[in-house]
């Protein structure tokens, strides 16, 4: 199995300034065939299921707001808040859709400062 | 637009069997992959199994043959089934579509709201 690890566990920011979240698999995840990343992120806010924000690791899903951006590539990614408001405390999570099972980094929790 | 609910029991007693359902509107269920996931309580995410309504399925193997999923077209449902069961099986179960391109399954969009289910006797 593909191992996603996330760094940090948690990050405490001010409002308006930025949060990264980074996220590291053990092998690969960029399909050569195609140059895609198979990675994805979402957001889980309390006692809500799980919200796709990005796949292909930089695209957008429709709704999203930009302040939300990933990057990244092979083995590395980054979901970067570029001002973090009020309604993004939430946990964050990567998951590779590489190779089955797919799976996911253990989370982030965000927080406001 | 797409939406999912999970059913079934909310407390299994160890060694018995789990059973959920999971109810899919707005979408076809002969038209995509369908997943199965969950989370313990304060735990990251564990993918569970997905299925292809003509029959296909891949399962955890963490799961170690405990897994089993079906669908049901006539009620546009699928539903997992988890034999078995110990306190680690106790987690919030989520059903989830799981979207494909060229036929390679990627991402889980949308989510059900998700069901608690508790092991304990």
């Known amino acids: 199995d593909i191992v996603m690890t996330q760094s940090p566990d948690s990050l405490t920011v001010s409002l308006g300034e930025r949060a990264t979240i980074n996220c590291k698999s053990s092998?690969?995840?960029?399909?050569?065939?195609?140059?895609?990343?198979?990675l994805a992120w979402y957001q889980q806010k309390v006692g809500q299921p799980p919200k796709l924000l990005i796949y292909w690791a930089s695209t957008r899903e429709s709704g999203v707001p930009d302040r939300f951006s990933g990057s990244g590539s092979g083995t590395d990614f980054t979901l970067t808040i570029s001002s973090l408001q009020a309604e993004d405390v939430a946990v964050y999570y990567c998951?590779?859709?590489?190779?089955?099972?797919?799976?996911f980094g253990g989370g982030t929790k965000v927080e406001i400062k | 637009q797409v939406q999912l609910q999970e059913s079934g029991p909310g407390l299994v007693k160890p060694s018995e069997t789990l059973s959920l359902t999971c109810t899919v509107s707005?979408?076809?269920?002969?038209?995509?992959?369908w997943t199965w996931i969950r989370q313990a309580a304060g735990k990251g995410l564990e993918w569970i199994g997905r299925m292809y309504s003509g029959g296909t399925t891949n399962y955890n193997p963490s799961l170690r043959g405990r897994v089993a999923m079906s669908v049901d077209t006539s009620k546009n449902q699928f539903s997992l089934i988890l034999g078995s069961v110990t306190a680690a099986d106790t987690a919030v179960y989520y059903c989830a579509r799981t979207v494909a391109v060229d036929g390679h399954p990627n991402w889980f969009d949308p989510w059900g709201q998700g069901t608690l289910v508790t092991v304990s006797s």
């Open positions: 707005g979408a076809s269920i002969s038209s995509y992959y």
């Open positions: 092998q690969s995840v960029l399909y050569s065939s195609n140059n895609k990343n198979y």
């Open positions: 998951q590779q859709y590489y190779s089955t099972p797919p799976t």
